[in-house]
């Protein structure tokens, strides 16, 4: 499966971005899906995680109320909403599919989208 990720750019403290990852393939909603961020010196972290059916998700702590991730399989498509967005959040974000299971392990992640870079300004 392809992975293209989207939405991502420049936004002031406090402002919202909308991230949005297509998948080709007709397997898509059969796939869990994540998104990841890496910032400059630091490892790649679990952002959120949603199960195939969209009827269950995880966030990390650091965004727990702020983000939300939803999926439109009719569509092939992930989105992460990001709201409050903090100059902590800018990374590059991916998006990533992982073909059984679901969670926040990076290492059960099978395929991964090219990445889309989020900077927010203080």
């Known amino acids: 499966v392809q992975l293209q990720a989207s939405g991502g750019g420049l936004v002031q403290a406090g402002g919202s971005l909308r991230l949005s990852c297509a998948a080709s393939?007709?397997?898509?909603?059969?796939?869990?899906m994540g998104w990841f961020r890496q910032a400059p010196g630091k490892e790649c972290e679990i952002v959120a995680a949603?199960?195939?059916?969209?009827?269950?998700?995880v966030f990390a702590d650091s965004v727990k109320g702020r983000f939300t991730i939803s999926r439109d399989n009719a569509k092939n498509t992930v989105y992460l909403q990001m709201n409050s967005l903090k100059p902590k959040d800018t990374a590059v974000y991916y998006c990533?599919?992982?073909?059984?299971?679901?969670?926040?392990?990076?290492?059960?992640?099978?395929?991964w989208g090219q990445g889309t870079q989020v900077t927010v300004s203080s």
């Open positions: 990533a599919a992982r073909t059984t299971g679901w969670g926040t392990r990076l290492s059960a992640y099978d395929f």
């Open positions: 949603i199960d195939w059916s969209g009827g269950s998700a």
């Open positions: 393939g007709r397997t898509f909603s059969t796939y869990a």
